[in-house]
């Protein structure tokens, strides 16, 4: 079983930069893929990025390309989304997944979510 706590949202302008980190409890997520989505109000969840259980192979929305970036720290068991040049229809909820068939489709452990705001 694997838990997934996120942590970094906040509110900030647009432009702005924000960190999210993804903490996940078990031993066994260093060998998951992990993600990120995000929910905005009114609106479905959408994937944001993904990232394979070694760091090497990245993947993002057509949306965030070139201003997000994720990473992990297996050592640390935590995901990490680097978000710049924010934007307000970059306001969501944002939720940390993981794979632990790494396929990239079969997100089992979803976190709890963490707001981000950005105002214009």
């Known amino acids: 079983q694997v838990q997934l706590v996120e942590s970094g949202g906040g509110l900030v302008q647009a432009g702005d930069s924000l960190r999210l980190s993804c903490a996940a409890s078990g031993r066994t997520f260093s060998r998951y893929s992990a993600a990120w989505f995000r929910q905005a109000p009114g609106k479905e969840r959408e994937f944001v990025a993904a990232i394979g259980w070694s760091g090497t192979n990245t993947y993002y929305a057509d949306s965030v390309k070139g201003r997000f970036t994720i990473s992990r720290d297996n050592a640390k068991n935590t995901v990490y989304l680097q978000m710049n040049s924010l934007k307000p229809e970059d306001t969501a909820v944002y939720y940390c997944?993981?794979?632990?068939?790494?396929?990239?489709?079969?997100?089992?452990?979803w976190g709890q979510g963490t707001q981000v705001t950005v105002s214009s």
């Open positions: 997944a993981a794979d632990p068939t790494n396929s990239d489709s079969e997100w089992h452990y």
